[in-house]
């Protein structure tokens, strides 16, 4: 939704590195200098990929919203516009659940039920089409199968559970006026992290950061604004 995936993984490990040189400050009372590679930092999330070409020679094609151990698993269009579900099943037992739910019939072992997916998931979406999106999550979450609502954005701002942990703040902006911001999914006991105030407008701290920590006059500020400096 918002970008290259490795952008936010660099980030956390960039966290835990600066806390770890931190740590070693306190313990030894010497710093040391970070070399973090944002590729390297990505390259461990593809270690079955890699493990895959060492071990047996292939190289992993796309597999869509297929999964190596569960089967079925995916996600299927139900009744309205643009309404979805996703579910997975990992177990026997779970399989035995969904198949009686939906009156279906299919190979009752995961690695026959992986060879034949493509007309499994066309049973599966004949039966979810016809029904609410939300109905068909509460039936197959009451018979213990692992499902969830793909939800839209606009619906990201009132699921329940994001309400809950106040993953969505309000707040005023100057230009836009109400808007969520997006809180850390981590909740801190002693020292919780706000969110109280929108992002700047462009150029609203100019006068702080050239003023106040530059040191340049009022004079000095205007006739940079002027010539185009700040732009």
């Known amino acids: 939704m918002y970008g290259p995936y490795i952008d936010y993984v660099a980030v956390g490990y960039g966290a835990i590195a600066v806390l770890a040189a931190l740590e070693r400050r306190k313990r030894t009372a010497v710093g040391c200098t970070i070399d973090l590679s944002q590729y390297e930092a990505g390259l461990q999330f593809l270690t079955p990929t890699i493990l895959e070409f060492a071990a047996n020679g292939r190289i992993p094609g796309r597999a869509g919203n297929a999964d190596a151990v569960a089967a079925p698993h995916g996600v299927y269009r139900c009744a309205g516009l643009d309404r979805w579900v996703a579910l997975s099943v990992w177990a026997d037992g779970e ?22 997916r493509v ?21 197959l979450r009451s018979e213990g199968i692992h499902a969830a609502p793909v ?10 559970q994001l309400a809950h942990r106040a993953m969505w703040p309000a707040v005023t902006h100057p230009t836009i006026g109400e808007m969520r911001l997006m809180a850390p999914p981590f909740r801190l006991s002693a020292t919780p992290s706000v969110q109280e105030r929108p992002g700047p407008t462009l150029g609203a701290d100019n006068d702080h950061v050239f003023g106040e920590i530059l040191g340049l006059s009022l004079d000095e500020r205007r006739t940079l604004e002027r010539d185009g400096v700040f732009e």
């Open 95 to 116: 399989w035995r659940a969904l198949r009686a739910l939906m009156g279906i019939d299919g190979p009752s072992t995961a690695a026959a039920r992986r060879l034949g």
């Open 119 to 139: 007309e499994l998931d066309e049973r599966i979406s004949k039966w979810t089409a016809s029904r609410d999106r939300d109905l068909v999550v509460k039936l």
């Open 151 to 160: 939800l839209s954005i606009s619906e990201l701002f009132t699921d329940s």
